[in-house]
């Protein structure tokens, strides 16, 4: 042992050498295990990011809130006032503040006018939409801090090991600490939405950026580990880990779903592929997050607790996503949720849905469309049209799909069984409008199409109802805008304001609905609920409806109805009507619009023209995959 170099086991230095070359320094204790890691400061730098983002839910729960109070204060005063000088106060904000904010930040896109136009490389291949200005500032703020918390190392520790190691331990830390936002924002069911009042829209493109940050993360975190394993083994010993090392298998296990899933995250390839990506995607996460939990057991890894709280974040919202379907849509003594499918002109279907038990939504709500025989297992968000609850009749009518003639008669056999029929039976119907595109949606509109009377009859399920996050009752004049099957969000706003109107429960005076659609013959999609909307009570006083068909066959089709319903060929300046509306509204405006990137851009710049000269309000429903 004379001539053996005695090493500390402190420092792995050798116990006579105070000035070591870097050569000598040991690396095979950092290549795997907490030697190396600095725990307390990627605890710290966890604390941090959860802190930052804590502080920005404060925020904007605090705006919400505030927003609220405002809003229902405006809705009493109306109420209480009478129509000559209802809202008048309320036409102007009272400082130029928040408008300007509105104007600048909150309503701005990113440059100029783009927001959910999305970018077309070709017909085929889109490459996604542009984040607003505030969404941009956001993002960046998080992408920023995550920078900032990974490069925060020892840099004047001598042995480069051991710094790599620091990297490996805070790169997996903070790719662990990560998915658990990915995970809440990645749910129907998260509970942010209802809390802070903002759209699953919203929350899903934060989704696809913290998962796009993860697996950056997780990759630099493998990285560090191949680093230290090749200097300290040779390159041989890497594939030798990953095949044998149960504890470096599982990781890359994970690692790997999570690069199969950032290749296929691209807008191109889910436009192209959508219901492939889709279940694609959920297996792919279940599969990177059970390489972790694995990871994190067999080491074991500080970071457990994170990935147990992911594992119960979405088991629970499994769960209530399950348990909502089977108990709106299966009855032990009705069955199951049946469904009619009617093909409609212009390339679309009118689904209605006759569910087995009786709920409620409010207007601007959307669901998840179950088909089975259609799609399999694949769900869709459609918003909903029209929605109205019956009293089941006695007498029934199932419509085969073959004949669409057999009737089966439900009669009480006794009196206990009539007044049971009379306080429960029944039946709410949903009904939505699908557009023929690519996928489950054009198996659809063909199959009913090629059915007899172009009608046919399944068996499908909803899950929701979602959204429907902004209440219109407090404001004077309401401007909505539609762009073709969007007619479907707006139609039951516009429901709800006239019945509330009708029973003096609203402040509207005024209601502006601007539809534009490509041919006269897609006014057939809400045409029987247009009907039933134009024949309410009140509807000539607050309600005007303009229709522009943009490509009519024939331009003496376009004709309008009256005075309160017109209809014009061409296209729609929505900035021009926005003007227009904004200088005669009656008290506070909002304006809405559900329909092409293209239209919410235009409708978006118009307001924001107008925003800082009164009260305006703006929100876009929109759902951009």
């Known amino acids: 042992m004379g001539s053996q170099v005695k090493v500390s086991l402190a420092r792995g230095l050798p116990v006579n050498q105070t000035h070591p070359s870097p050569e000598s320094y040991p690396i095979l204790p950092y290549t795997t295990g907490l030697t190396g890691v ?100 956001i993002l960046s703020f998080y992408l920023l801090s995550n920078i900032i918390y990974c490069c925060l190392l020892s840099y004047g520790e001598k042995n480069k090991a051991a710094l790599i190691a620091e990297a490996r331990g805070r790169t997996g830390h903070l790719a662990v600490v990560n998915m658990v936002g990915l995970f809440v924002l990645a749910g129907r069911n998260n509970p942010l939405i209802g809390i802070l009042r903002v759209s699953f829209d919203t929350f899903n493109l934060f989704h696809r950026w913290i998962g796009r940050v993860v697996v950056l993360q997780a990759i630099a975190h493998t990285a560090c580990w191949i680093v230290n394993e090749i200097h300290a083994k040779g390159h041989e010993a890497v594939g030798q880990a990953i095949l044998h090392d149960p504890f470096i298998t599982w990781g890359f296990v994970s690692l790997l779903a999570m690069g199969i899933i950032l290749f296929q995250s ?88 006759d569910l087995k038990r009786p709920w409620q939504h409010r207007p601007g709500c959307h669901v998840y469309v179950y088909l089975p025989t259609i799609s399999f297992w694949q769900s869709h968000p459609f918003s909903i049209a029209w929605s109205e609850t019956r009293t089941t009749p006695y007498l029934i009518l199932e419509k085969s799909e073959s004949t669409l003639s057999t009737a089966t008669t439900i009669l009480p056999s006794s009196t206990k069984d009539l007044a049971t029929l009379s306080r429960t039976q029944t039946t709410t119907s949903v009904s939505l409008v699908i557009s023929k595109r690519t996928g489950m949606t054009a198996a659809l509109f063909n199959r009913a199409n090629a059915a007899p009377k172009r009608t046919l009859r399944l068996t499908g399920f909803l899950e929701g109802p979602y959204g429907g996050l902004e209440s219109l009752h407090s404001y004077g004049t309401v401007l909505l805008f539609a762009g073709g099957v969007g007619i479907t969000h707006q139609i039951g706003q516009v429901r709800d304001l006239l019945a509330a109107h009708a029973n003096h429960t609203a402040a509207i005076r005024k209601i502006v609905l601007i539809w534009t659609i490509r041919s006269v013959e897609q006014m057939e999609w809400v045409r029987p609920w247009m009907d039933e909307i134009l024949a309410m009570e009140g509807r000539r006083d607050v309600l005007r409806v303009e229709v522009f068909v943009t490509k009519p066959k024939n331009t003496k089709d376009v004709v309008s109805g009256s005075e309160r319903v017109k209809m014009f060929a061409g296209r729609v300046k929505s900035g021009q009507i926005v003007r227009r509306e904004f200088e005669e509204r009656e008290g506070a405006m909002c304006v809405g619009v559900c329909g092409p990137g293209a239209l919410a851009d235009d409708v978006r710049a118009g307001v924001r023209e107008v925003v800082t000269e009164g009260k305006v309000d703006f929100w876009e429903e929109g759902f951009t995959w």
């Open 38 to 137: 600095n725990v307390p400061l990627d605890n710290i730098s966890s604390h941090a990011l959860w802190s930052s983002i804590a502080f920005l839910f404060i925020v904007i729960i605090i705006i919400r809130l505030g927003q609220q109070l405002h809003a229902h204060l405006r809705h009493m005063k109306c109420l209480s006032t009478t129509a000559a000088i209802q809202q008048r106060y309320f036409m102007h904000d009272p400082n130029w503040i928040w408008p300007a904010l509105k104007k600048a930040l909150i309503y701005a896109p990113l440059r100029h006018k783009r927001h959910n136009r999305e970018i077309q490389l070709s017909k085929a291949i889109s490459v996604g939409t542009i984040p607003s200005r505030l969404h941009t500032l």
């Open 266 to 353: 691209p807008s191109a390839v889910r436009h192209a592929f959508y219901e492939t990506f889709l279940h694609l995607h959920q297996f792919l996460a279940f599969i990177a997050l059970l390489g972790i939990f694995y990871h994190a057991k067999i080491g074991p890894l500080p970071q457990m607790p994170y990935v147990i709280a992911i594992i119960i974040i979405w088991s629970n919202e499994r769960f209530w996503r399950w348990a909502r379907i089977i108990y709106r849509n299966v009855s032990l003594t009705r069955g199951c949720t049946t469904v009619t499918v009617e093909a409609l002109p212009g390339d679309a279907c009118r689904v209605t849905f």
